[in-house]
């Protein structure tokens, strides 16, 4: 028992020894292996595959040969039939001037838009440099207050207008309404235009007249003129 036990002692003695001794030893330096920067040298099969030739042959020539054509001898033929009626295209739309949207008073009368000009019928128009005279003989610019007036009732409205759907010129005299109120009948019994004879708005230029209304009244009073600019500043 004594022996085995002194045994053991030497052999986990001598252990320990050699463990101490290697891990005591200094670790091996890894060897540095340059590394070859140089490409690979191209295979055969590389440069065959990567060479161009300068002309092309083509592939099957009984078969799939380019015929030879002379340019001479192609004719254009017509182009086939839609292959359903929804394939064919649309006809061009039918411009409608009965009405016409955002429109222009250039006159108490007289609108533009949509590249027309359509005069309402009925009415002797006062022009925008038109001057008038009232009954105490001020003159004063009726025409452009006729136009003021016109473009206030329109604000940019459209307009529908008695034009026939193949009219194709660039001006007409028709009758216009907005909305349900006739234009002519409007700017008439207002005083900012002249009926014409044998129109239908020779009534409404009578009573415009008696009422004195528009281009058949007095002057507007003229804007007070500031001597003076107030300072709206000025807190006290």
């Known amino acids: 028992?004594?022996?085995?036990?002194?045994?053991?002692?030497?052999?986990?003695?001598?252990?320990?020894?050699?463990?101490?001794a290697w891990q005591q030893q200094p670790a091996a330096e890894p060897e540095l292996v340059e590394a070859k920067t140089e490409a690979p040298e191209p295979s055969p099969?590389?440069?065959?595959?990567?060479?161009?030739?300068?002309n092309a042959r083509p592939v099957a020539p009984d078969v799939v040969a380019i015929p030879e054509v002379e340019p001479e001898t192609l004719v254009r033929i017509a182009p086939r039939a839609p292959l359903s009626p929804f394939a064919k295209p649309l006809p061009p739309p039918t411009p409608d001037h009965s009405r016409i949207y955002r429109p222009l008073a250039e006159a108490a009368?007289?609108?533009?838009?949509?590249?027309?000009?359509?005069?309402?019928?009925?009415l002797d128009i006062v022009?925008?440099?038109?001057?008038?005279?009232?009954?105490?003989?001020?003159e004063w610019p009726c025409g452009m207050r006729a136009?003021?007036?016109?473009?206030?009732?329109?604000r940019g409205r459209a307009v529908s207008c008695d034009i026939p759907p193949d009219f194709e010129g660039s001006e007409i005299t028709a009758g216009c309404t907005l909305g349900k109120l006739d234009l002519g009948e409007w700017i008439v019994a207002n005083g900012w235009?002249?009926?014409?004879?044998?129109?239908?708005?020779k009534e409404?230029?009578?009573?415009?007249?008696?009422?004195?209304?528009?281009?058949?009244?007095?002057?507007?009073?003229?804007?007070p003129?500031?001597?003076?600019?107030p300072n709206f500043m000025d807190e006290r």
Request: hydrophobic share 50%; glycine share 14%.
């Open 204 to 223: 409404y230029e009578e009573a415009a007249r008696d009422a004195e209304k528009g281009i058949f009244g007095p002057s507007p009073m003229p804007l």
């Open 225 to 229: 003129i500031l001597t003076e600019v």
């Open 1 to 20: 028992m004594a022996l085995a036990a002194g045994g053991l002692i030497l052999l986990a003695a001598g252990l320990l020894a050699g463990r101490t």
């Open 45 to 54: 099969a590389m440069v065959q595959q990567s060479a161009v030739p300068a």
């Open 127 to 138: 022009e925008p440099d038109e001057l008038c005279l009232d009954p105490e003989g001020i």
């Open 109 to 122: 009368g007289r609108i533009l838009g949509q590249g027309l000009m359509v005069e309402i019928a009925g």
């Open 147 to 154: 136009r003021t007036a016109f473009r206030g009732l329109l």
């Open 193 to 201: 235009a002249k009926a014409v004879q044998e129109g239908p708005y």
